[in-house]
């Protein structure tokens, strides 16, 4: 979990700080050989009587750099000689935490039995339990337990042990910690609970184990309200396990009663792998890592026993020069991406091709690339991957005049994403000039796109122009001169 390995970022941090300030103490020696891990000079100093308690500079004593070392024997020795179990440095760190990190129950046993507080913790609000709960390691989670620790008790962020536990994958710690009562219900701001934060990390032990607790397989995220906005998007626990690669999850959920068409955000599963599948290139987001080696076709195949293969993306961005995802199937989507063996597999299970969007605008023109983000360095799919998706439908015969309710075509398409290749393929089918040669609801042709008119940027396609231009000299149309505009247009 990001916020349990922040944690553990910041305590290495603050560790290499300790090491540095400890170079300017000098009345320590007793630290200074733990430090080392020079546990004969230890033993030395304490046969002579040295400061058991004497801390380096940033308050770390020969007990704190025992326990990180995990060194279980000098541990007894320096509590045997009076180690004080409850030191903290000028940073607020304990032996008890740093034993907990080390996960060492023999330690923890010790140090608790010493007097240390099992409900101790970090600036932060980490707790000894938390840092125990990360590491997954039992033996020190139920000492902890055993002498009073708060189970339910929250960090600065609001998270608990339990979440921690679930997000490493820690089944065991995860029973133990709900056996105490561990609260597995209560969300944080953002909606997330342990059971999404199991999910997204993929551990699906602790994901059927919390179902088994009682939660329901299509329980959602709702987060809260930041203002008039929401602090995230809702989903649900197989929309979260499908967006971040999670495939032998989601189809376990699936087997489990997770409804494929539940929409929470507005889109159901199959709209989902899309993205997940091919994201938008440039400053989108890469495909998730994932785990386990069900791929996502194979999901898809799962999904669709249950799923509507035409399910309408409910709400979606639009505007000009957008594409409307508003009332796409997966299928629209999949032509979107140029994403041909996801577009061959919903063909083949029976996904109606033809549908369209809230513009009308169909497949073959979300293929070309009509109103994608960006141009096509940013598009999900490539120049020769939209050429494979267009000549794909257009061989199960789809309109290659077609045109959308914003008044583009597949040229337009073509031209937004400086496809080329696209250009040709689409006169050689039969594109219509007459059809495609005409301005948008924005004022703008296929050769005006090309010579920079599009949302963002003015930016000239050359090899697109150059296309354009001819074909309409093919077609005995004289392309007019490029006018290039005072002010930026688009957004």
Request: with cysteine; proline share 5%; charged share 20%.
């Amino acid at each position: 979990m990001a916020t349990a390995r922040l944690a553990a970022c910041g305590l290495a941090a603050w560790l290499l700080t300790a090491a540095a300030a400890t170079d300017a103490a000098a009345d320590a020696p007793l630290a200074d050989a733990a430090e080392k891990q020079d546990f004969a000079q230890v033993r030395v100093l304490l046969d002579k009587r040295a400061d058991v308690n004497a801390p380096q500079a940033d308050g770390m004593t020969a007990l704190h750099w025992a326990a990180y070392h995990d060194d279980v024997l000098t541990v007894k020795l320096l509590l045997a000689a009076g180690a004080n179990a409850k030191a903290a440095s000028r940073y607020g760190v304990t032996p008890l935490s740093l034993a907990c990190t080390n996960g060492s129950a023999e330690n923890v046993e010790l140090l608790l039995t010493a007097g240390a507080d099992a409900n101790s913790a970090l600036p932060g609000g980490e707790t000894a339990l938390m840092t125990a709960s990360r590491t997954g390691r039992l033996g020190a989670v139920q000492a902890l337990l055993a002498r009073g620790a708060n189970v339910n008790a929250r960090e600065h962020k609001g998270q608990t042990a339990l979440m921690w536990a679930a997000a490493d994958g820690h089944v065991d710690v995860v029973d133990c910690l709900l056996k105490a009562g561990a609260d597995f219900r209560t969300p944080l701001s953002s909606g997330f609970t342990p059971l999404f934060f199991a999910v997204r990390e993929g551990r699906e032990a602790v994901v059927f184990r919390l179902l088994e607790a009682g939660i329901d397989v299509n329980e959602h995220m709702a987060p809260q309200q930041r203002g008039s906005a929401p602090r995230g998007k809702r989903t649900s626990p197989l929309l979260l396990a499908l967006e971040n690669g999670h495939f032998e999850l989601a189809a376990a959920l699936l087997k489990a009663g997770a409804d494929p068409n539940d929409r929470p955000a507005g889109y159901a599963a199959l709209h989902a792998i899309s993205w997940v599948r091919k994201p938008i290139r440039g400053d989108g987001d890469p495909p998730p890592i994932g785990s386990g080696s069900l791929s996502s076709l194979d999901l898809v195949r799962l999904l669709a026993r249950k799923a509507d293969l035409d399910v309408r993306l409910e709400k979606g961005e639009g505007g000009r020069g957008r594409f409307t995802t508003t009332g796409s199937t997966p299928f629209l989507l999949a032509a979107r991406a140029c994403d041909v063996p996801l577009m061959k597999l919903l063909i083949e299970l029976g996904a109606d091709t033809k549908l369209p969007n809230a513009d009308r605008c169909p497949a073959l023109l979300a293929a070309a690339g009509v109103g994608a983000l960006g141009d096509g360095d940013e598009a999900a799919g490539t120049e020769d991957e939209a050429v494979e998706a267009a000549r794909l439908l257009l061989d199960l015969g789809a309109d290659v005049n077609a045109v959308d309710d914003n008044g583009e075509t597949a040229m337009h398409g073509a031209a937004y994403q400086s496809r080329w290749k696209l250009v040709e393929l689409l006169a050689e089918r039969g594109a219509d000039i007459k059809v495609w040669n005409l301005k948008n609801k924005w004022g703008w042709t296929p050769l005006m796109i090309a010579q920079g008119h599009r949302p963002g940027n003015f930016r000239p396609a050359p090899d697109t122009i150059a296309a354009i231009e001819r074909v309409m000299r093919a077609n005995g149309v004289t392309p007019p001169k490029a006018e290039r505009p005072g002010v930026r247009t688009g957004y």
